[in-house]
């Protein structure tokens, strides 16, 4: 089968990423646009390879058109894997799940859960450069930084994201030119919700007013996360686990008000911890600087133990 420019394009980065021998992957797949489009690009470029596709069910809902649309992605995505035999699990929400934050740690914990099931599988997710552009914009409204900000790379070692490479409207036209099925969730039209507004409004008006400004936009942010970016050089910063990091104070203490910026937004999201603001960036940086030989304090969700020579942080 012959490829087009959308699948020619996931590949050439699949191989400079040198991922094309790879024989396990788990797809992440909601049942909507992007996830449909996700599974499909992947079944046409890796036909031999085994592709594991995960779904997780939010469970019950107050409202009965999130319930029908829920139950209505299960079958899809379930009905796509019957008709082209893909692997399939699903799991369901037990709790009531109701904030975004929920969902999102709801659905990692169960892809945590099959990748240990299948270890050398690569998990594969459907983020694209919209979703990227909004998730910069939300963190910046909350006060972020530039060194709050992360890149979502094709592939961080972790995470596979193909479609980072396109944007919503170029996976849009592959999935009607493939006739490709999927469901719309019917909460993103609903602009109460501050990231749904950012899309549907303001982006939208934005890109209206001035054509190519999203595009424009979206590079200009890549290229101001590039410039912050810190490495050993500056200060070593040693992570003893998932959740706990270690660093000198003194060499701390030493560097410009910038790059301890940097440092401890990469010290932050080395121990999982990617939501914080400039503001608490600041203030723990105002907290080590104090005469204080031991301090023990709490800030971004981090407790942080400082003595005269190191400063430790642990996840809560």
């Known amino acids: 089968m012959s490829w087009n420019d959308f699948e020619h394009s996931i590949w050439k980065q699949l191989k400079s990423e040198s991922l094309t021998d790879r024989s396990e992957y788990i797809l992440a797949i909601s049942g909507g646009l992007d996830s449909m489009a996700l599974v499909h690009a992947m079944r046409i470029l890796k036909p031999q390879a085994q592709l594991i596709v995960v779904h997780f069910h939010h469970g019950e809902s107050d409202k009965n058109e999130i319930n029908t649309f829920r139950d209505q992605a299960l079958q899809i995505v379930k009905s796509y894997c019957e008709t082209h035999s893909l692997k399939f699990k699903t799991a369901q929400s037990q709790q009531k799940l109701t904030t975004e934050a929920e969902f999102r740690e709801a659905r990692f914990e169960f892809f945590s859960q099959v990748q240990t099931e299948f270890p050398n599988a690569i998990l594969v997710t459907a983020h694209h450069k919209d979703d990227l552009l909004e998730t910069w914009l939300l963190k910046m409204i909350r006060g972020t930084g530039a060194e709050g900000l992360e890149n979502f790379k094709f592939w961080n070692k972790q995470v596979l994201r193909p479609l980072i490479l396109f944007t919503k409207a170029e996976i849009l036209s592959y999935a009607q030119a493939a006739g490709v099925v999927w469901v719309e969730d019917p909460t993103n039209k609903q602009s109460d919700y501050l990231r ?95 005469n204080q030989k031991d301090i023990i304090f709490s800030v971004a969700g981090v407790n942080w133990f400082i003595n005269a020579q190191q400063v430790m942080l642990v996840l809560e």
């Not at 660093?247 to 939501?275: M, V, Y």
């Open 196 to 290: 749904n507004w950012l899309r549907n409004e303001w982006l939208r008006d934005l890109s209206d007013k001035i054509p190519g400004s999203i595009e424009n936009l979206t590079n200009s942010l890549q290229r101001l996360i590039s410039e912050v970016k810190v490495n050993d050089e500056v200060l070593v910063i040693s992570f003893e686990s998932q959740t706990k990091a270690v660093f000198d104070r003194t060499e701390f203490l030493q560097l410009s008000h910038s790059d301890q910026l940097k440092i401890l937004a990469r010290a932050l999201k080395g121990i999982g911890q990617r939501e914080f603001s400039q503001g608490q960036l600041e203030e723990i940086i105002k907290r080590l600087d104090k």
